[in-house]
């Protein structure tokens, strides 16, 4: 195998630096860009661009242009991630909890640039390990069994114990509430519905990753942001510039490349996908830092550790794609569909990959690892202009953000209930922020629901299956040595975790108050922990695997609940256990108050269901601009005709349709006010 | 109404397959604009790929060149864009609708989210495929022709959920008497072969291309042992060799050569409705209720082209699997068989889906 590997890598290369196909890869690399900027769409959205044009398509030409696009993405999402604290997709959460700390401490540009550096390597370290791997790596993916993932998914939710917070059980009852929050829909195993209705088709369906990623963490700091009326930097200054960011990510070498390993191998497993990588790297690099009270506070190594690895997860995830034909993530399975719509459709992603195919594996490598090179310098030079956002007054900024998460939330199912969805995450955020609840434990809950269910019930039923057998089958089965290894790993990062989480101030140092108000929204949480769990326990008991994942979670966290509701009883007034912001502190001092700055949002999402996005976008904005910021006129108007261009241009070029209202009900309107 | 609305359609699209309608379509002129295609599937299915697939070839097909677009409406199992569909009236032949044995089998077993009724729309393409089933090497061993050796062994399949296409592969297996116990909550036909490579389950079906794709190299090397395929339709309704599958005998085979089933009463008939519904007209491709007959004409004479097209044999089993591609009247007839399952198959399939796994649809 290895003999045919230099050759066949020689060819790749041959194909790959010629001028047209390195033309399509920059040209595949700026549109990717240009998706990635937008928060929710990712590479769906651009590769659903792109497939029209692939029908016939010279294969290596096809190939760049994808690939191009593809590779960019979890680069440039990095922009909103640091600059406005929106997750931009699932791999760049865990960039959020120091990157924006960063912008906002007026080192936007710093946090970038390191981000991208880190990008760009794990890219390259991602291709020169896999270059090496493919030859091997299909028994390794096949020694991944069901045991073997489940552990892995619950390697990601230790991770929870890193990032608990100053109370560990608020903590755990945040990430248990996330876990709940997951299963809320049809049952994957037996169809059975937890917490919905058939009359409400949008509950059962679940709720959508991007709707919640933007609804923990982007609601709250742009509400917070807005009141304080302020720009992101304080003092509206940049300190550092691109190149402290990347002498950041030099002094940090070891740990870029560690987390690189981390995202190839983690990407390489299929089932999981990219959702647990970035919290994995993240606990890592705090782990393996010794001052650790930065963190959550703008330290870049939160930055280099998941950056790091979200592009090495890229590369890692071709193996199950190219491989086996099974894509690691939903722009992989685009990607394998328009590949056989390529030249004469000879390329057959799958098993012959290898055999017949390894020049055109080896071009796919590379091109990422090159599409990774162009996009980060692009990102780079682009940087230090784009950081300049964070000195803007937000009250400038905000209106457009909200114009970009609802139409992002929207785009996740094209449901008018998909705002209504963000609104009322955004509210648990803001809530969850408020009172020192961590919402990062909250998102790694929600994101590891559907696996930790599905491996766990999969596991079990071929485990007792095999334990019918014999006792050693079974055994050997569940301890495998790679469960083995992954149960120390686990626990030595729990106990490490659990030692360290009370110096990791994710929300800051926030000052405790009266009893009241946490105490309030402690017993809303236990409220709908009892109702979920009565809810669970209705399910018939044939259908077991639909209920006993949400009862475990859902009476874990309600006992956490009563836990803390005993302590809260028991403890004076001012306790950290009572953490409040609106005691004291940037929300408490805020010129403007929540509720009435939550009402500019909640109009935005009222006028959409009676007139449609567009024209409820344009009231929104004149009204806001006018009223909210107090701009002129001219001013008012010139924004919200560039806000509203700016939406129908990327609207347009992707095909996509706004959240129609009661208007468009009635009456047919062109595009796009349709 | 619908009956007679049907047939009427079935009828026109038979004189429009015979030619005969030709000057109809004279007046019908697609020349600058844009034909939104709507799949009810999120982008990353089976069913994108297809559309992908057709949609180039119909939009070069049909008057005037128009650009035929894919659009995605994902949601409820497919229910909620095929219900968007049933809302949409008198088409002027820029919207088109592909819907997928995920559609039909909900339609069928009277999925409370289902307000559509298949037989308002109009027909113009459907497609089908075929299935493979195969056990692992120690189990294949055993396995004569029929299930008889098989009946004592304990089976794992690595399954979508029993109210899916694989509905028809759990039925097969029950009625040869084999046990094989579902792990539901896997996500496409690629995870449950990854499951059988893994050792963890024994027993797995394939779609035609997903088996020609992965699965074969698995037979030849000697770790897979192909069991059945579901057969394929003859012109008379029968069920016949797979001609993609030739060597291989289908589930009527085995089941006449296994003792204790049968190829008639009411489980057969279940079964064969269901095959019916879920492979050989898996795919259709829907024109709204109420369009005019010369737009319905154009479309079936454009997807005739398509499928006449010198290359089409070659491109579409490369790029989309060996589909066996009806149009016109030919597509109204498939979607007649495809959602006509006698009411006694039906309760059949429903009381056993209750007893065995507990699928209650309300």
Same mark, same amino acid.
């Given at each position: +195998?290895?003999?045919?590997?230099?050759?066949?890598?020689?060819?790749?290369?041959?194909?790959?630096?010629?001028?047209?196909?390195?033309?399509?890869?920059?040209?595949?690399?700026?549109?990717?860009?240009?998706?990635?900027?937008?928060?929710?769409?990712?590479?769906?959205?651009?590769?659903?661009?792109?497939?029209?044009?692939?029908?016939?398509?010279?294969?290596?030409?096809?190939?760049?242009?994808?690939?191009?696009?593809?590779?960019?993405? *979890?680069?440039?999402?990095?922009?909103?991630?640091?600059?406005?604290?929106?997750?931009?997709?699932?791999?760049?959460?865990?960039?959020?909890?120091?990157?924006?700390?960063?912008?906002?401490?007026?080192?936007?540009?710093?946090?970038?640039?390191?981000?991208?550096?880190?990008?760009?390597?794990?890219?390259?370290?991602?291709? !020169?390990?896999?270059?090496?791997?493919?030859?091997?790596?299909?028994?390794?993916?096949?020694?991944?069994?069901?045991? &073997?993932?489940?552990?892995?998914?619950?390697?990601?939710?230790?991770?929870?114990?890193?990032?608990?917070?100053?109370?560990?059980?608020?903590?755990?009852?945040?990430?248990?509430?996330?876990?709940?929050?997951?299963?809320?829909?049809?049952?994957?195993?037996?169809?059975?519905?937890?917490?919905?209705?058939?009359?409400?088709?949008?509950?059962?369906?679940?709720?959508?990753?991007?709707?919640?990623?933007?609804?923990?963490?982007?609601? *709250?700091?742009?509400?917070?942001?807005?009141?304080?009326?302020?720009?992101?930097?304080?003092?509206?200054?940049?300190?550092?510039?691109?190149?402290?960011?990347?002498?950041?990510?030099?002094?940090?070498?070891?740990?870029?490349?560690?987390?690189?390993?981390?995202?190839?191998?983690?990407?390489?497993?299929?089932?999981?996908?990219?959702?647990?990588?970035?919290?994995?790297?993240?606990?890592?690099?705090? /782990?393996?830092? %010794?001052?650790?009270?930065?963190?959550? %506070?703008? &330290?870049?190594?939160?930055?280099?550790?998941?950056?790091?690895?979200?592009?090495?997860? &890229?590369?890692?995830?071709?193996? *199950?794609?190219?491989?086996?034909?099974?894509?690691?993530?939903?722009?992989?399975?685009?990607?394998?569909?328009?590949?056989?719509?390529?030249?004469?459709?000879?390329?057959?992603?799958?098993?012959?990959?290898?055999?017949?195919?390894?020049?055109?594996?080896?071009?796919?490598?590379?091109?990422?690892?090159?599409?990774?090179?162009?996009?980060?310098?692009?990102?780079?030079?682009?940087?230090?202009?784009?950081?300049?956002?964070?000195?803007?007054?937000?009250?400038?900024?905000?209106?457009?953000?909200? +114009?970009?998460?609802?139409?992002?939330?929207?785009?996740?199912?094209?449901?008018?209930?998909?705002?209504?969805?963000?609104?009322?995450?955004?509210?648990?955020?803001?809530?969850?922020?408020?009172?020192?609840?961590?919402?990062?434990?909250?998102?790694?809950?929600?994101?590891?629901?559907?696996?930790?269910?599905?491996?766990?019930?999969?596991?079990?039923?071929?485990?007792?299956?095999?334990?019918?057998?014999?006792?050693?089958?079974? +055994?050997?089965?569940?301890?495998?040595?790679?469960?083995?290894?992954?149960?120390?790993?686990?626990?030595?990062?729990?106990?490490?975790?659990?030692?360290?989480? %009370?110096?990791?101030?994710?929300?800051?140092?926030?000052?405790?108050?009266?009893?009241?108000?946490?105490?309030?929204?402690?017993?809303?949480?236990?409220?709908?922990?009892?109702?979920?769990?009565?809810?669970?326990?209705?399910?018939?008991?044939?259908?077991?695997?639909? %209920?006993?994942?949400?009862?475990?979670?859902?009476?874990? !966290?309600?006992?956490?609940?009563?836990?803390?509701?005993?302590?809260?009883?028991?403890?004076?007034?001012?306790?950290?256990?009572?953490?409040?912001? &609106?005691?004291?502190?940037?929300?408490?001092?805020?010129?403007?108050?929540?509720?009435?700055?939550?009402?500019?949002?909640?109009?935005?999402?009222?006028?959409?269901?009676?007139?449609?996005?567009?024209?409820?976008?344009?009231?929104?904005?004149?009204?806001?601009?006018?009223?909210?910021?107090?701009?002129?006129?001219?001013?008012?108007?010139?924004?919200?005709?560039?806000?509203?261009?700016?939406?129908?241009?990327?609207?347009?070029?992707?095909?996509?349709?706004?959240?129609?209202?009661?208007? /468009?009900?009635?009456?047919?309107?062109?595009?796009?006010?349709? | 109404?619908?009956? =007679?609305?049907?047939?009427?359609?079935?009828?026109?699209?038979?004189?429009? $397959? $015979?030619?005969?309608?030709?000057?109809?379509?004279?007046?019908?002129?697609?020349?600058?604009?844009?034909?939104?295609?709507?799949?009810?599937?999120?982008?990353?299915?089976?069913?994108?790929?297809?559309?992908?697939?057709?949609?180039?070839?119909?939009?070069? $097909?049909?008057?005037?060149?128009?650009?035929?677009?894919?659009?995605?409406?994902?949601?409820?199992?497919?229910?909620?864009?095929?219900?968007?569909?049933?809302?949409?009236?008198?088409?002027?032949?820029?919207?088109?609708?592909?819907?997928?044995?995920?559609?039909?089998?909900?339609?069928?077993?009277?999925?409370? #989210?289902?307000?559509?009724?298949?037989?308002?729309?109009?027909?113009?393409?459907?497609?089908?495929?075929?299935?493979?089933?195969?056990?692992?090497?120690?189990?294949?061993?055993?396995?004569?022709?029929?299930?008889?050796?098989?009946?004592?062994?304990?089976?794992?399949?690595?399954?979508?959920?029993?109210?899916?296409?694989?509905?028809?592969?759990?039925?097969?297996?029950?009625?040869?008497?084999?046990?094989?116990?579902?792990?539901?909550?896997?996500?496409? #036909?690629?995870?449950?072969?990854?499951?059988?490579?893994?050792?963890?389950?024994?027993?797995?079906?394939?779609?035609?291309?997903?088996? =020609?794709?992965?699965?074969?190299? =698995?037979?030849?090397?000697?770790?897979?042992?192909?069991?059945?395929?579901?057969?394929?339709?003859?012109?008379?309704?029968?069920?016949? #060799?797979?001609?993609?599958?030739?060597?291989?005998?289908?589930?009527?085979?085995?089941?006449?050569?296994?003792?204790?089933?049968?190829?008639?009463?009411?489980?057969?008939?279940?079964?064969?409705?269901?095959?019916?519904?879920?492979?050989?007209?898996?795919?259709? @491709?829907?024109?709204?209720?109420?369009?005019?007959?010369?737009?319905?004409?154009?479309?079936?004479? @454009?997807?005739?082209?398509?499928?006449?097209?010198?290359?089409?044999?070659?491109?579409?089993?490369?790029?989309?699997?060996?589909?066996?591609?009806?149009?016109?009247?030919?597509?109204?007839?498939?979607?007649?068989?495809?959602?006509?399952?006698? @009411?006694?198959?039906?309760?059949?399939?429903?009381?056993? =889906?209750?007893?065995?796994?507990?699928?209650?649809?309300?």
């Amino acid at each position: +195998m290895f003999a045919t590997a230099l050759p066949a890598l020689g060819e790749a290369w041959a194909l790959i630096l010629q001028p047209v196909v390195l033309g399509y890869l920059v040209l595949g690399v700026v549109m990717g860009l240009a998706v990635g900027v937008f928060p929710g769409l990712g590479g769906i959205a651009g590769l659903s661009l792109l497939l029209p044009f692939m029908f016939g398509m010279d294969p290596i030409l096809g190939l760049a242009l994808m690939i191009g696009m593809v590779a960019v993405v *979890p680069t440039s999402d990095t922009f909103a991630s640091v600059l406005m604290g929106i997750p931009g997709s699932s791999a760049s959460q865990a960039t959020v909890l120091d990157g924006f700390p960063m912008a906002k401490n007026g080192q936007a540009a710093r946090a970038l640039s390191a981000a991208f550096a880190s990008s760009l390597f794990g890219g390259l370290v991602g291709a !020169s390990f896999l270059t090496v791997f493919i030859l091997v790596a299909r028994p390794v993916v096949l020694a991944f069994g069901l045991p &073997e993932m489940l552990m892995i998914t619950i390697l990601g939710l230790s991770m929870v114990a890193v990032l608990a917070g100053r109370i560990p059980l608020k903590g755990l009852a945040a990430a248990g509430l996330g876990l709940m929050i997951g299963t809320i829909g049809e049952a994957d195993a037996g169809g059975s519905l937890r917490m919905a209705s058939y009359d409400i088709p949008y509950l059962a369906d679940g709720l959508k990753l991007v709707i919640v990623g933007l609804g923990i963490f982007a609601v *709250p700091e742009i509400v917070s942001l807005l009141r304080q009326d302020r720009s992101i930097a304080k003092g509206a200054s940049l300190g550092a510039g691109w190149l402290d960011g990347v002498k950041d990510w030099f002094a940090n070498i070891w740990l870029s490349i560690r987390c690189s390993i981390i995202g190839v191998v983690v990407g390489i497993i299929p089932g999981l996908g990219g959702s647990v990588v970035d919290w994995i790297a993240y606990g890592h690099s705090v /782990q393996t830092t %010794k001052d650790k009270t930065k963190f959550g %506070k703008g &330290e870049v190594r939160g930055v280099i550790g998941p950056e790091s690895s979200n592009n090495a997860k &890229e590369g890692g995830g071709l193996v *199950p794609t190219l491989l086996f034909g099974i894509p690691g993530s939903g722009s992989m399975a685009i990607f394998i569909g328009a590949v056989a719509l390529l030249g004469s459709g000879d390329i057959e992603v799958g098993p012959g990959m290898l055999k017949d195919n390894l020049d055109i594996t080896y071009s796919i490598v590379w091109l990422l690892a090159l599409a990774n090179v162009v996009g980060t310098i692009i990102c780079i030079a682009a940087s230090g202009g784009i950081a300049k956002l964070t000195t803007i007054r937000f009250t400038y900024l905000a209106p457009f953000l909200f +114009m970009l998460i609802s139409f992002a939330a929207f785009q996740s199912g094209q449901n008018f209930e998909d705002l209504l969805a963000l609104f009322a995450i955004g509210l648990i955020g803001i809530f969850l922020r408020r009172f020192d609840w961590s919402r990062p434990a909250f998102l790694i809950g929600f994101v590891l629901s559907n696996p930790v269910e599905k491996f766990t019930n999969q596991a079990f039923q071929i485990a007792s299956f095999r334990f019918r057998k014999s006792f050693e089958e079974g +055994m050997e089965y569940v301890f495998s040595p790679i469960v083995i290894v992954l149960i120390i790993i686990t626990v030595i990062s729990v106990v490490l975790g659990i030692r360290q989480a %009370k110096t990791i101030m994710a929300e800051g140092d926030v000052q405790s108050g009266a009893k009241r108000a946490p105490l309030v929204f402690l017993l809303v949480i236990a409220g709908y922990l009892i109702f979920a769990l009565i809810n669970a326990n209705m399910i018939p008991d044939y259908n077991m695997t639909d %209920k006993i994942i949400p009862l475990v979670i859902g009476g874990f !966290s309600l006992a956490c609940c009563v836990i803390l509701l005993v302590q809260m009883m028991r403890r004076p007034e001012g306790d950290t256990i009572f953490a409040d912001k &609106e005691v004291a502190g940037e929300d408490a001092d805020a010129p403007f108050g929540l509720w009435s700055t939550l009402a500019w949002f909640a109009g935005l999402i009222a006028a959409t269901w009676f007139v449609g996005f567009i024209l409820a976008l344009i009231g929104f904005l004149i009204s806001f601009l006018r009223v909210r910021a107090g701009a002129g006129w001219g001013k008012t108007l010139l924004l919200t005709a560039c806000g509203i261009g700016f939406m129908c241009l990327m609207a347009g070029a992707l095909n996509r349709d706004f959240p129609p209202g009661l208007l /468009q009900g009635a009456v047919d309107l062109p595009w796009p006010l349709k | 109404m619908t009956v =007679l609305k049907s047939t009427r359609n079935a009828v026109l699209g038979l004189i429009a $397959a $015979a030619g005969l309608a030709m000057p109809a379509q004279a007046d019908v002129d697609f020349s600058g604009k844009t034909i939104e295609w709507v799949i009810p599937f999120s982008e990353t299915g089976g069913s994108a790929k297809w559309a992908n697939f057709f949609a180039p070839l119909l939009g070069e $097909a049909l008057p005037g060149q128009p650009t035929v677009v894919v659009k995605f409406m994902p949601g409820a199992g497919s229910t909620k864009g095929a219900n968007w569909f049933q809302k949409q009236k008198d088409g002027d032949g820029t919207l088109l609708f592909g819907s997928s044995g995920s559609t039909q089998f909900p339609y069928l077993l009277g999925d409370p #989210r289902v307000r559509y009724e298949y037989n308002d729309w109009n027909a113009v393409m459907a497609s089908g495929t075929g299935g493979v089933a195969y056990l692992n090497a120690e189990d294949g061993a055993k396995f004569d022709g029929s299930a008889n050796a098989l009946q004592d062994t304990d089976f794992i399949y690595g399954s979508q959920g029993a109210t899916r296409l694989d509905l028809v592969p759990l039925l097969a297996w029950k009625m040869l008497g084999m046990n094989v116990e579902p792990v539901f909550g896997i996500k496409g #036909r690629g995870d449950g072969r990854l499951m059988f490579e893994r050792g963890e389950a024994n027993i797995d079906y394939q779609t035609s291309s997903g088996y =020609l794709k992965g699965s074969t190299a =698995l037979v030849d090397a000697g770790k897979a042992v192909p069991m059945m395929t579901w057969g394929a339709l003859d012109e008379n309704g029968e069920i016949v #060799r797979d001609p993609t599958f030739p060597d291989i005998a289908t589930f009527k085979e085995v089941c006449e050569a296994t003792e204790g089933c049968e190829t008639s009463g009411e489980a057969w008939d279940a079964w064969k409705a269901f095959f019916v519904a879920g492979f050989p007209v898996q795919k259709l @491709a829907f024109l709204p209720a109420g369009t005019p007959d010369d737009i319905i004409a154009a479309y079936t004479k @454009a997807f005739q082209d398509v499928v006449a097209r010198d290359d089409f044999a070659e491109i579409s089993s490369k790029r989309v699997g060996k589909y066996s591609v009806f149009t016109g009247g030919g597509a109204q007839t498939a979607l007649g068989t495809a959602t006509n399952v006698p @009411a006694e198959a039906k309760a059949y399939v429903t009381n056993w =889906l209750s007893e065995a796994y507990g699928v209650t649809l309300k």
